[in-house]
């Protein structure tokens, strides 16, 4: 498969801080990756850097071939990068169907489309983005970062104070998402278990650098490596997670 986006020995950061340092890593179309971590490695802090909203001092980032180390922002998102905040950012004085129709760019996702891969979007096309549940909101996020025809989807905690339920129903649409139409994305998920359920590969950041990259199933699979990477006990986390599906 063809390499969409790669970081090469990328150091970032805020202001002096630096908080990714010589971090590397590919992806390729239609890939999924799960970026995983305890709190601080910098997780978050890559989403935002190829955003282009960090300080980057070293390093380059490839997208579709092209540098786009200091590309603006608006450049990334018009070149097919969509991004899913952890605030969701909804315009909460615009109906739903307001919401998606703002953002729209040609291509191949349509409100008809959006609107067919969440249906309760459609239900709810009337009502402002401060009327709908956490559940909605996540979905409108989705859907409007859809509406902007992306090539790769950004998820920056897209689970966090969720129903069980709508966890679900969100883990399945993404993974549809990269099966289905090719579309490559990076999630940030603080539950390791289903981060890696969602995704094929993975990688997990210690002090902004990568320690360790590889397939997602092989790192499902290995207990004492994922409790080793991350500091949780594998117990626990099955736990969390089956609380979260059986809820």
Known sequence: MAEVLAFDQVTAGYGNAVVLDRLSFSLAQGQSLAVL???GVGKTTLLETLMGNTRVTDGSIRWLGQDITRWPSHLRARAGIGWVPQER???????????LVAVTRPGVWTLERVYGFFPRLRERRGNYGNQLSGGEQQMLAIGRALM???KLLLLDEPMEG????????????????????????IVVEQHPVLALEMTHQAIVLE????????????LAADAPLLERLLCVGRAEEMASHEAVVQA
Do not use: K, Y
Request: glycine share 8%; aromatic share 2%.
């Open 148 to 150: 902007t025809c992306p």
């Open 162 to 185: 969720l129903a069980p339920l709508i966890v679900q129903e969100l883990a399945t649409a993404i993974r549809r998402l990269c099966e289905s139409d090719g579309l490559a994305s």
């Open 37 to 39: 971590g305890r709190n």
């Open 89 to 99: 950012e909804v315009f909460p004085s615009l109906t739903v169907e307001e919401n």
């Open 207 to 218: 002090r902004g650098t990568v320690v360790h990259a590889g397939p997602s199933s092989a």
